[in-house]
T-cell receptor, first 115, second 112 residues
Framework: GAGVSQTPSNKVTEKGKYVELRCDPI?????LYWYRQSLGQGPEFLIY????????DSGLPNDRFFAVRPEGSVSTLKIQRTERGDSAVYLC?????????????FGEGSWLTVV | GENVEQHPSTLSVQEGDSAVIKCTYS??????FPWYKQELGKRPQLIID?????GEKKDQRIAVTLNKTAKHFSLHITETQPEDSAVYFC???????????FGPGTRLSVLP
């Protein structure tokens, strides 16, 4: 696609439920990032994939959060037993990956509200 | 790990004046420094970036300067216009991936 695509754009879920957020990166981009952004804050790093593997998952806040990228393209961020504090915009970004370049391009985000 | 600080958190300028936003970083291995503009409800969009092999880069009304010794870099916007009003984020990363660490943002308001 022309840009990074994220679905759903908005998700309202009840506390305790399971949620999946999907990211479709720019075609050919090998690097994929997930960030979380709360109101008035900068993007907070969650996890970075290079190809199919999670090169850095140090930003995942706890074991309720998990992400996969099985074929090195589409990625899914999975949140179990959601809590109200998980409410935020979840931003996905992709990058060509070195040596082509490491500029990252963001999707529009998935707005998650846990009630 | 990397830590990026950004100042000021809010900035108001008169239309036509210049705006300067400053960031500092902690990891000397970082060598790529992009700036993003985010309008309300929209995605962050890259406006300019700089790599550590140059000290300054300019693109029309925006410029970025980098001081690797002091570990700080700045965004300069000249002849500001109302459409420059947004939140601006700096970030730092190394060439070989790892995560991009973002600053907390600066809310710029350009007053007509």
């Amino acid at each position: 696609g022309a840009g990074v695509s994220q679905t759903p754009s908005n998700k309202v879920t009840e506390k305790g439920k399971y949620v999946e957020l999907r990211c479709d990166p720019i075609s050919g981009h090998t690097a994929l990032y997930w960030y979380r952004q709360s109101l008035g804050q900068g993007p907070e790093f969650l996890i970075y994939f290079q190809g199919t593997g999670a090169a850095d998952d140090s930003g995942l806040p706890n074991d309720r959060f998990f992400a996969v990228r099985p074929e090195g393209s589409v990625s899914t961020l999975k949140i179990q037993r959601t809590e109200r504090g998980d409410s935020a915009v979840y931003l996905c970004a992709s990058s060509p990956g070195m040596p082509s370049g490491n500029t990252i391009y963001f999707g529009e985000g998935s707005w998650l509200t846990v009630v | 790990g990397e830590n990026v600080e950004q100042h000021p958190s809010t900035l108001s300028v008169q239309e036509g004046d210049s705006a300067v936003i400053k960031c500092t970083y902690s990891d000397s291995a970082s060598n790529y420094f992009p700036w993003y503009k985010q309008e309300l409800g929209k995605r962050p969009q890259l406006i300019i970036d700089i790599r550590s092999n140059v000290g300054e880069k300019k693109d029309q009304r925006i410029a970025v300067t980098l001081n690797k010794t002091a570990k700080h870099f700045s965004l300069h916007i000249t002849e500001t216009q109302p459409e420059d009003s947004a939140v601006y984020f700096c970030a730092a990363s190394s060439d070989y991936g790892q995560n991009f660490v973002f600053g907390p943002g600066t809310r710029l308001s350009v007053l007509p």
